[in-house]
């Protein structure tokens, strides 16, 4: 029988997978400039700028906005994290440990609070007078600030100090148990400042995360010389019926952040070309 004539292969099938990825990509990047088009022409700019960005009333968040906002908010991201991070390092060498109960109050601690939504904790500081009649949290309410985010920060800073722990060489630890210094000895002079140096980079993206869940100190009721960036930003906002004090308050979130997130990127890659 006569071989039937083969038909032609589509075009499509015939291009190169590096004409089909550019094909994928021009195809993407008209989508996103028609999108943006379309944003341009179609948003009411005049509202928006007349209810997010209004220079009059961002002018009155000046200068508390930095004198007492944002003080605050690094005063309680700061002792946040300290408490996290000695109170973590703490439950992570009670995760490593040989003594079994000492692994499950690590464990249930670290399930739990990472598990709980942070508000959560906040909400439960709140009504800790009430059920411990006569306590008071030291330094009032930025000590009551300050153990919410510790608490918090605590169960994930934990986990990094265990993986930064479990990093170091075994054989670091058996040579300094072979010059004699004991199993204590050992984790502080030589297994503990390698393990920190370790976990620096995700340790910053941490302090990153503490300085955003400082926002939840609101939930305490703070005012006047205690409110942080979110507060302060939500009642100027509501004193003037204008969003613009949020997006003022936002802004100044991102000048702080974006900076640490571009110094735990940069100490992530120094950490891999150092490897």
Not at 37 to 51: C, E, I, R
Not at 62 to 74: G, K, Q, S
Not at 223 to 238: I, M, R, T, W
Request: zero cysteines; charged letters at 15%.
């Amino acid at each position: 029988m006569a071989e039937l004539p083969r038909t032609a292969e589509p075009a499509r099938a015939r291009l190169s997978p590096r004409k089909k990825q550019r094909i994928s990509r021009g195809i993407q990047y008209a989508v996103l400039i028609a999108a943006l088009v379309g944003f341009v022409f179609y948003a009411d700019w005049p509202s928006l700028a007349q209810n997010f960005a209004k220079p009059d009333v961002a002018a009155h968040a000046l200068p508390d906005l930095f004198t007492i906002a944002l003080r605050n908010t690094i005063i309680y991201t700061v002792g946040g994290f300290v408490l996290s991070a000695v109170f973590g390092l703490l439950l992570a060498l009670m995760r490593l440990s040989t003594v079994r109960p000492y692994r499950w109050i690590s464990s249930i601690y670290i399930e739990i609070f990472r598990g709980l939504p942070a508000l959560l904790i906040f909400l439960m500081i709140t009504f800790l007078p009430l059920a411990l009649p006569g306590f008071e949290v030291p330094f009032g309410t930025y000590g009551q600030g300050i153990l919410g985010l510790g608490l918090v920060g605590a169960a994930y800073q934990a986990e990094i100090f265990r993986a930064g722990l479990q990093a170091v060489p075994r054989g670091q630890i058996e040579a300094a148990r072979s010059l004699g210094m004991s199993a204590a000895r050992s984790q502080v002079t030589v297994v503990i400042p390698q393990a920190i140096r370790i976990v620096i980079p995700p340790t910053t993206n941490q302090f990153v995360a503490l300085l955003k869940d400082s926002s939840l100190v609101l939930f305490l009721g703070v005012s006047g010389q205690y409110v942080e960036l979110a507060k302060f930003g939500n009642d100027l906002a509501s004193q003037y019926a204008n969003a613009t004090p949020i997006m003022v308050a936002g802004i100044t979130y991102l000048i702080v952040t974006i900076p640490l997130g571009y110094l735990a990127g940069r100490l992530e890659k120094l950490k891999g070309t150092g490897r």
